[in-house]
């Protein structure tokens, strides 16, 4: 696939042997990047685990200081009280029965789903649907809970989920080119702290190795890796 003019300007700019200081790294991609949209930032790390032991699976939330840039939609799958409880905290749709038959329908105009316990035997007819997207509610992810309008608050404020892939690799966005560098660098920092307190304990030898943030078309920067202990 041929590379853009200006991905291979900013490629030139970047020691792809070096590991930059995170400021260095965000202050490379912030003044590179040149696209008719705000792009997306993205930090990717590859851990020293090995994912096919669930014990060694990675994965948690966290909170951004100054959130993703992205308007997140949330769908809630609750009742009653909890109904009125999730519309007032901000949620974008919120029901039950007609929510599924839609989503069987094919209807995906969401970015979240979080769910009351009693409706996961609902949510589960749609887990084929929403599981190989990551958008399925557990427990684990924080996303199954009755206190709904704290949880919707925290997605819409910033929070994300992360789980390491196959590969031993983490992605998680953090920020938008538009954010300053500063925001951009607590948001990263803020992450990666995230993910070095969710190594397993079986965990042995190097658990970070490598960490790099790149921009949605753009070539990576390596960080170094100083920033993660």
Same mark, same amino acid.
Not at 137 to 160: C, D, F, H, R, Y
Not at 171 to 191: C, D, I, R, W, Y
């Given at each position: 696939?041929?590379?853009?003019?200006?991905?291979?300007?900013?490629?030139?700019?970047?020691?792809?042997?070096?590991?930059?200081?995170?400021?260095?790294?965000?202050?490379?991609?912030? $003044?590179?990047?040149?696209?008719?949209?705000?792009?997306?930032?993205?930090?990717?790390?590859?851990?020293?685990?090995?994912?096919?032991?669930?014990?060694?699976?990675?994965?948690?939330?966290?909170?951004?200081?100054?959130?993703?840039?992205?308007?997140?939609?949330?769908?809630?799958?609750?009742?009653?009280?909890?109904?009125?409880?999730?519309?007032?905290?901000?949620?974008?749709?919120?029901?039950?029965?007609?929510?599924?038959?839609?989503?069987?329908?094919?209807?995906?105009? /969401?970015?979240?789903?979080?769910?009351?316990?009693?409706?996961?035997?609902?949510?589960?007819?749609?887990?084929?649907?929403?599981?190989?997207?990551?958008?399925?509610?557990?427990?684990?992810? $924080?996303?199954?809970?009755?206190?709904?309008?704290?949880?919707?608050?925290?997605?819409?404020?910033?929070?994300?989920? /992360?789980?390491?892939?196959?590969?031993?690799?983490?992605?998680?966005?953090?920020?938008?080119?538009? /954010?300053?560098?500063?925001?951009?660098?607590?948001?990263?920092?803020?992450?990666?702290?995230?993910?070095?307190?969710?190594?397993?304990?079986?965990?042995?030898?190097?658990?970070?190795?490598?960490?790099?943030?790149?921009?949605?078309?753009?070539?990576?920067?390596?960080?170094?890796?100083?920033?993660?202990?």
């Amino acid at each position: 696939m041929k590379k853009s003019k200006n991905y291979r300007s900013l490629a030139e700019k970047i020691d792809r042997s070096k590991e930059y200081p995170i400021s260095e790294a965000v202050t490379i991609l912030k $003044g590179g990047i040149k696209t008719k949209f705000d792009s997306s930032l993205e930090v990717h790390m590859n851990l020293g685990v090995d994912p096919k032991y669930s014990e060694q699976v990675v994965r948690g939330n966290v909170v951004l200081p100054h959130g993703t840039g992205k308007k997140v939609r949330v769908l809630a799958f609750c009742k009653g009280e909890l109904e009125k409880a999730a519309t007032a905290a901000g949620a974008d749709y919120v029901g039950a029965e007609e929510l599924v038959t839609k989503i069987q329908g094919g209807w995906m105009d /969401f970015d979240q789903v979080i769910a009351t316990p009693d409706m996961m035997p609902l949510v589960g007819r749609i887990a084929r649907v929403l599981g190989p997207r990551g958008l399925m509610p557990s427990p684990k992810a $924080g996303t199954v809970t009755m206190n709904v309008a704290q949880v919707i608050k925290e997605l819409k404020a910033g929070k994300i989920a /992360f789980r390491v892939d196959k590969g031993g690799n983490v992605h998680a966005p953090v920020g938008k080119v538009s /954010f300053t560098a500063e925001q951009l660098v607590e948001n990263a920092t803020t992450l990666i702290d995230a993910v070095v307190k969710a190594k397993p304990p079986t965990s042995k030898g190097v658990y970070v190795r490598s960490i790099t943030i790149a921009g949605t078309m753009s070539p990576g920067v390596r960080v170094d890796k100083a920033v993660a202990r």
